[in-house]
């Protein structure tokens, strides 16, 4: 299965409030939309770049992955998103190609679409995340 588009890029940040504020007036983008995912603990919002989007990411608990990432590595580029036409199964043909998965079936993720991660361990050091339209 082929990705259609590279959906977007994930960067962590500390302060979400002074991300948008560099990208919006330094860069002349617009953020269109400000998300928080409860579930995975963080804070998110939305720029478009031509048909890719930036995904800024801001932990909302101290043992969030983003939170664990940004102590790690600290702010800046954080996943890779590419848009698959069916996220189960770009995950199931991951895995049966020897790739170790973070996620074995899609969940929701931000801007309602299913999303799925797979090992940078796998993946040469790129956290890769699959994103598709809910079926």
Do not use: W
């Not at 996943?79 to 996220?87: E, G, L, R, W």
């Amino acid at each position: 299965m082929k990705p259609t588009h590279i959906e977007h890029i994930g960067i962590a940040v500390k302060d979400l409030k002074a991300a948008i504020s560099y990208y919006e007036n330094i860069l002349g983008l617009t953020c269109y939309a400000i998300e928080e995912v409860t579930d995975q603990r963080v804070k998110t919002a939305f720029f478009r770049v031509g048909e890719t989007k930036i995904e800024l990411l801001e932990a909302t608990s101290e043992d969030s992955p983003i939170a664990k990432f940004i102590d790690k590595k600290g702010e800046g580029i954080h996943h890779i998103a590419f848009a698959m036409p069916d996220v189960n199964e770009a995950l199931t043909n991951a895995k049966e190609n020897g790739i170790q998965l973070i996620d074995e079936k899609p969940r929701k993720g931000a801007e309602n679409l299913q999303i799925g991660f797979l090992h940078p361990k796998s993946t040469f050091g790129v956290l890769t995340e699959f994103c598709g339209k809910n079926k």
